[in-house]
């Protein structure tokens, strides 16, 4: 089973993004990467932007990122499978400690990278 994490990323004063939580899935070799500005709740949308594919080394990181980019804190983590993968749409069965369910991943506006996430039980 793939692996997934959520990291709680704080980043530094005048960085480009604001304190967010990564959200993480293991999918070919690397892990596909969205910024979210607040971990997903059951019934609840929340905007993610699509960032590049990070290494796998994140699924167990903790600790200052290289580059003054702040640091990272691990929040959830767990295996997922997919449901659906489509370029614009990814649906995932999560199986973590507090995100538990049926995840969708959908962009919102393509040039601007913006998505949203979705959580239902």
């Known amino acids: 089973m793939p692996r997934f ?3 709680h990323h704080e980043t530094p ?15 070919n070799g690397v892990l596909l990467t969205w910024a979210a500005a607040e971990l997903p709740e059951n019934g609840t949308l929340v905007a993610a932007e ?14 200052s990122i290289s580059g003054g ?9 767990g295996d997922f499978e997919w449901i659906e993968q489509q370029p614009a749409r990814l649906v995932a069965l999560v199986r973590g400690e507090k995100l538990r369910g049926r995840l969708v991943i959908e962009e919102v506006e393509a040039e ?5 996430v979705a959580l239902s039980a």
Do not use: K, N, P, Q
Not at 13 to 26: A, K, R, V, W
Not at 69 to 77: A, E, M, N, T, W
Not at 112 to 116: D, E, K, L, N, P
């Open 69 to 77: 980019r702040g640091s990272v804190r691990r929040v959830d983590g």
């Open 13 to 27: 004063i005048g960085y480009e993004h604001d304190t967010h939580f990564d959200l993480m899935f293991e999918t």
């Open 5 to 7: 994490v959520v990291l």
């Open 50 to 63: 699509r960032l590049a594919d990070h290494r796998l080394a994140y699924l167990e990181y903790e600790g």
């Open 112 to 116: 601007a990278h913006r998505w949203r």
